[in-house]
T-cell receptor, first 113, second 114 residues
Framework: GDSVTQMEGPVTLSEEAFLTINCTYTATGYPSLFWYVQYPGEGLQLLLKATKADDKGSNKGFEATYRKETTSFHLEKGSVQVSDSAVYFCALTKTSGTYKYIFGTGTRLKVLA | DAGVIQSPRHEVTEMGQEVTLRCKPISGHNSLFWYRQTMMRGLELLIYFNNNVPIDDSGMPEDRFSAKMPNASFSTLKIQPSEPRDSAVYFC????????????FGAGSRLTVL
């Protein structure tokens, strides 16, 4: 079945460091891909999305490129801030059928000042 | 729009009691999802409605769990009887049905069953 695999956390970085959180997926067809972020005590919120191969989603300095050849959607940010500390979830939806969202297990990021 | 509204935000109950969680989706959204989040199992989809009709309830753990959506603006998730292993944060999310439509999550209901 369809699935999303994320790198295990926690990831601990110093402020202004470069961030990469790996995400790979397994799905038939051409899913849409998402990154959601969850701050402490809150629900998940959309960070960025990409709907087709080679699309790049970006928001708040974060970027991810839909790579069909490697079935990946890695999240990157050039310079993290303490306020980026959160849990990041990679997710996909199918482009037909029930449009059920499939989430990865989440990666906790901690940024130290 | 006020977003997805969930209540209660926190619930502490004793084993065997009935628990009802409530959700008001965003007006105009026609898909509604209930998720459960725990440290051990992460984020699990429990049930998914489209146009108030349950489409996929394969994630509902057992018969103690039931969900309803009597109209487009209200849904409930009921646990009866509750057990300590049901302790988790329960999220409701809504979207417009279709490809690449973004899920909007509520703030969650934290359930503790003693």
């Amino acid at each position: 079945g369809d699935s999303v695999t994320q790198m295990e956390g926690p990831v601990t970085l110093s402020e202004e460091a470069f961030l990469t959180i790996n995400c790979t997926y397994t799905a038939t067809g051409y899913p849409s891909l998402f990154w959601y972020v969850q701050y402490p005590g809150e629900g998940l919120q959309l960070l960025l999305k990409a709907t087709k191969a080679d699309d790049k989603g970006s928001n708040k300095g974060f970027e991810a490129t839909y790579r069909k050849e490697t079935t990946s959607f890695h999240l990157e940010k050039g310079s993290v801030q303490v306020s980026d500390s959160a849990v990041y979830f990679c997710a996909l939806t199918k482009t037909s059928g029930t449009y059920k969202y499939i989430f990865g297990t989440g990666t906790r990021l901690k940024v130290l000042a | 729009d006020a977003g997805v509204i969930q209540s209660p935000r926190h619930e502490v109950t004793e084993m065997g009691q009935e628990v009802t969680l409530r959700c008001k989706p965003i007006s105009g959204h026609n898909s509604l999802f209930w998720y459960r989040q725990t440290m051990m199992r992460g984020l699990e989809l429990l049930i998914y409605f489209n146009n108030n009709v349950p489409i996929d309830d394969s994630g509902m753990p057992e018969d103690r769990f039931s969900a309803k959506m009597p109209n487009a603006s209200f849904s409930t998730l009921k646990i009866q009887p509750s057990e300590p292993r049901d302790s988790a944060v329960y999220f409701c999310a809504s979207s417009i049905h279709g490809e690449a439509n973004v899920l909007t999550f509520g703030a969650g209901s934290r359930l503790t069953v003693l």
